[in-house]
């Protein structure tokens, strides 16, 4: 799998490691988890949460929201619990090698 | 897990559901967000049902649904789209299926394309054909693995059991088969051995239609006689179903070995007499040019060297995969005219089409617009609207491969209202559904894609914040330069039907040279009824003079060929003491007396053939005009004498000539003769007669006539030279009928075009024309800014469309008889008629908009 094109799959997977979130605030969180640096579109979000929950890697269920509004929450599963913890390594692996191309390899001279 | 989970979103309960929760979820973060923060939640929607995979499916299912119920909404639209298509692809197909079968096909042998037909040229268009013995000369060669002779198309009398039938035969030389690589479907087929003792023991091949037809396929045929002019020949095998002969359209019943030749053709064919034709199979690792170069060294030595001032003769190679070509040559020039009006017909259709739905998509701007606007992708809609194209398409293609079906069939019809019938496989095969497929798909493109394109193309904003009335105005520009387009084309097949048309009349009124009214050609075949030799000829001759002196009958004659049907004999001749020039070949006709009195053609010198020309007096002939300036040039050439083959005769008349091979060829030589004075032939069958009665009553008294001679011999085809006239021009008559059918259409075309155009933009305008009214404006003054609009696009049309005929006419220049391609009064009447179509097509669209009352036309919008 390329994981680039996961990527976006991995960071909701993640935010949801904390506790069950609705999609509005798993778009907050990975906003500001990253301290702004990724941006997620909406659009692009919503699509990518059906696809976790097709996948059986999320559940979807209607819960109260905390300013009691009814809204739908997104809980991770099992299986996708062992699906983020393996996934983390893969991208962990994939960013070292990313680096190591791009840093100057020993020897080769900058000109 | 995934693909359980997608599969349950189909069913319905469980996809409404789902439905529903998005709604509800996508509201209630909404509700969360601030305004403008989350964008297009539509598109995340569609998006997000994409996920489901079945969307594409669902979408299509949607995409069919909206399309026929939006065509049911706008019948009118439907069935001129439709009908449009139907006739631009039928038409296509069918020409296409001819073209196929006529010009594409290969003789259904191994390796066809190492065929090849020699052929001596010998004059524009004049393919002699060879002789016995330079077959025999030409067979020496190293170019080819083996070379066989055959004479396509003889009429056979054939007799069996208790049945009759004129059938259609060919002679073949015995290695023949083997040199196709064909195998018999029964038995075996002929061989040289065959050829060989063909006297002993005579074998005949007979087609598998033929074995089917008149044996029911019984395999015990093998060893069965037929009756050949009297003579037994014994059935040795079947053909494989797929072979039908050398040529394609003419299928071949009966094939005897060419050693045959007395029983069928009375012995005429002597061994220097051109009555073969050649066909060889190329060594495999020989070229085709060098087996060219090679031939026609050969083919030197076999005639002599050229003779200072007769015609130059060459030899050339012809490719024989696709067997004989004469019907290829026959119909070449229809079908490509055929295929050339088809594509312009196709053009003007499409174009019809895609102004159509130019004009549709004006009047859908806003709801497209609306759709975007509501978060639709554009893709999405584009998709919609070829949706709705390929619906039309299909509709379209279905009705044009019903049309090509009848279609295919009457011009095969048509075609073979000529001499003989031709029988063309032109079933659907993969490349003609290929073919239609093709044209469909690049139609569905052309005319589908464009306008959805076009819609969907200017960004939304500028679309709401303009009015649509600037839109409006691009789209109109754009579907009159379609019309003009559509024009260009419909003036060019206008122009070329009235070219062929006058190019017919022109031909009915040549100066024939003989009398073609009031003459009934009677054919009889005692054959037929197992009269053969002594007694058929004493029945012919005892018909005639029965005949003759019936009144009402002014006078009769028999002969062995018509004019206009061209000459089944053909040989070298010379004057008597000179040697025979072997490049020139003169057309024999072996006539009754008073010949030429019957057929009306005048005698320059000398007289008419008498009944006193028999077996016991001297040896007469008449000779045609451009024969007597050919060899007897600045001389009196009656009472001279001619060498014909053994015989020397005298001449004793000049006759005018007549158009023997039809009336566009070159004038034939032609030598008549008293067929009483030339033993090989039989009285002939064909009686001219010329009278004053109804072909019905004439047709009466031969029967009964005959009936009084010989009860079972029954009257053959009955026509008269008026019909083998218009049977000798049926290429130009056909010409002229298609051109005058793709005229129509293209006419028909135009008017579609315009009325529809026009017709929507009415209702566009209704709000400015209402304005204008209350502004003063008369109907009569809107009416005629209707009629400007439909007529500037249809002017500027012909006005493009005038150097374009002018150029491309120059090509039917061959086609034409006595027409110049540039004719000023065909182009000024087609320019006339295309107008005044447009006009009455504008004028129902135009009356109502000037009818219109300001009040109802503003309030409407």
Not at chain 2, 22 to 27: A, K, N, T, Y
Not at chain 2, 146 to 171: H, I
Not at chain 2, 552 to 561: F, H, K, N, P, V
Not at chain 2, 793 to 813: D, E, F, K, N, T
């Amino acid at each position: 799998m390329e994981p680039l094109y996961g990527v976006l799959e991995l960071l909701v997977l993640r935010t949801l490691v904390f506790g069950p979130r609705h999609g509005y605030a798993i778009a907050g969180a990975i906003r500001d988890g990253s301290r702004d640096a990724v941006k997620i579109e909406f659009g692009s979000l919503y699509p990518a949460l059906k696809r976790l929950e097709l996948k059986g890697w999320i559940v979807a269920s209607w819960e109260m929201s905390e300013h009691n509004r009814r809204a739908r929450v997104y809980r991770l599963t099992p299986v996708g619990r062992r699906q983020l913890r393996q996934e983390t390594s893969e991208w962990a692996n994939f960013v070292a090698g990313v680096s190591r191309l791009l840093k100057p390899a020993q020897g080769e001279v900058e000109k | 897990v995934t693909l359980w989970k997608r599969m349950t979103y189909l069913l319905p309960w469980r996809r409404r559901a789902a439905e529903r929760d998005m709604r509800e979820e996508l509201d209630s973060i909404a509700a969360m967000a601030e305004p403008r923060e989350l964008g297009n939640l539509t598109r995340a929607a569609e998006d997000a049902r994409a996920e489901w995979e079945w969307a594409w499916l669902e979408h299509t299912g949607q995409d069919v649904r909206c399309a026929l119920r939006t065509l049911r909404k706008s019948p009118a639209f439907a069935v001129t789209a439709v009908l449009s298509l139907a006739l631009g692809i039928g038409a296509a197909t069918s020409i296409f299926g001819l073209v196929n079968a006529v010009l594409l096909r290969t003789l259904p042998v191994p390796v066809p394309e190492e065929l090849v037909l020699f052929g001596e040229i010998a004059g524009p268009g004049r393919i002699l054909s060879w002789s016995v013995e330079q077959f025999r000369s030409m067979q020496q060669n190293d170019a080819l693995a083996g070379l066989c002779a055959f004479r396509p198309q003889v009429n056979f009398s054939v007799t069996w059991a208790a049945e009759a039938e004129l059938s259609t035969g060919q002679l073949v030389s015995g290695n023949c088969y083997e040199v196709l690589g064909l195998r018999a479907h029964l038995g075996r087929l002929l061989t040289e051995t065959d050829d060989a003792v063909s006297a002993a023991h005579p074998a005949a091949v007979i087609s598998y239609q033929f074995w089917r037809r008149h044996f029911d396929a019984d395999p015990n045929v093998l060893g069965r006689t037929l009756d050949l002019r009297g003579h037994a020949v014994y059935i040795i095998g079947v053909t494989p179903p797929e072979f039908h002969g050398f040529e394609p359209g003419r299928a071949v019943d009966i094939t005897v070995p060419i050693s045959l030749e007395p029983w069928v053709l009375q012995g005429r064919m002597t061994a220097n007499v051109r009555w073969l034709r050649l066909i060889g199979r190329l060594r495999s690792n020989v070229s085709y040019e060098r087996a060219a170069s090679e031939l026609a060294v050969r083919w030197r030595t076999v005639v002599g060297p050229a003779r200072p001032g007769a015609p130059t003769h060459r030899f050339v190679l012809l490719s024989g995969a696709q067997g004989l070509n004469d019907l290829r040559e026959q119909f070449s020039l229809p079908l490509r005219w055929l295929m050339a009006a088809v594509g312009l017909l196709l053009l003007i259709a499409c174009a019809n089409l895609a102004s159509l739905l130019l004009a549709r998509a004006r009047v859908r701007e806003q709801e497209l617009t609306l759709r975007l606007a509501l978060g639709a992708s554009r893709g999405r809609i584009v998709r919609q609207l070829l949706t709705e194209s390929l619906m039309l398409s299909i509709l379209g293609g279905a009705g044009g491969l019903a049309l090509a079906a009848s279609g295919s069939r009457a011009i095969v019809s048509l075609l073979s209202r000529g001499r003989t019938p031709i029988l063309l496989d032109v079933s659907i095969d993969a490349r003609l559904l290929g073919f239609t497929l093709g044209i469909t798909v690049a139609t569905t493109v052309v005319f589908g894609l464009w306008p959805a394109i076009a819609a969907t193309r200017q960004d939304l904003q500028s679309r709401l914040g303009a009015t649509t009335r600037t839109v409006i105005g691009s789209n109109r520009r754009r579907a009159q330069a379609l019309l003009t387009a559509q024009t260009v084309f419909s003036f060019v097949l206008v122009i070329a039907a009235g070219l062929f048309a006058r190019s017919l009349t022109k031909l009915y009124g040549v100066d024939l040279g003989l009398e073609r009214h009031q003459t009934l050609i009677v054919k009889v075949n005692p054959g037929v009824a197992g009269e053969t030799g002594g007694r058929a000829n004493q029945i012919l001759q005892e018909l005639s003079e029965l005949l003759a002196s019936t009144p009402g009958i002014r006078s009769l004659t028999q002969a062995m060929d018509l004019p206009f049907a061209g000459s089944s004999y053909r040989a070298s001749i010379a004057v008597a003491g000179e040697p025979i020039d072997s490049t020139e070949v003169v057309s024999f006709n072996f006539v009754g007396p008073r010949f030429f009195e019957t057929l009306g053609i005048p005698l320059i010198a000398g007289r008419d053939v008498q009944l006193s020309d028999d077996a016991r007096s001297r040896p007469v002939a008449v000779i045609s005009q451009s024969l007597a300036s050919r060899y007897f040039p600045g001389r009196p050439p009656v009472g001279r004498r001619l060498q014909l083959g053994t015989v020397v005769v005298e001449i004793v008349g000049v006759a005018k000539d007549v158009p023997y091979a039809g009336v566009r060829r070159e004038r034939e030589l032609v030598v008549y003769r008293p067929y009483s004075q030339d033993a090989k032939t039989g009285v002939p069958g064909t009686y001219v007669i010329r009278t004053d009665l109804s072909p019905a009553v004439v047709a009466g008294l031969v029967r009964h006539s005959l009936h009084e001679l010989a009860p079972a011999v029954p009257v053959g085809a009955m026509t008269t030279l008026d019909a083998q006239f218009d049977g000798s021009i049926a290429t130009e008559r056909l010409l002229a009928r298609i051109a005058g059918f793709f005229g129509a259409m293209a006419l028909l075309l135009v008017a579609i075009g315009v009325y529809g155009n026009l017709a929507s933009s009415v209702a566009q305008r209704a709000r400015e024309f209402g304005i204008r009214l209350a502004l003063g404006a008369t109907g009569r003054r809107i009416g005629r800014l209707i009629l400007a609009n439909a007529l500037l696009p249809v002017s500027l049309g012909i006005m493009i469309g005038l150097p374009l005929a002018y150029s491309s006419a120059r090509i039917a220049q061959g086609a034409l008889f006595d027409v110049t391609s540039h004719d000023p009064l065909t182009y000024l009447t087609s320019a006339v008629v295309l107008l005044l179509v447009a006009v009455m097509a504008a004028a129902i669209p135009a009356r109502k908009a000037a009818r219109a009352d300001a009040v109802s036309a503003l309030k409407r919008v």
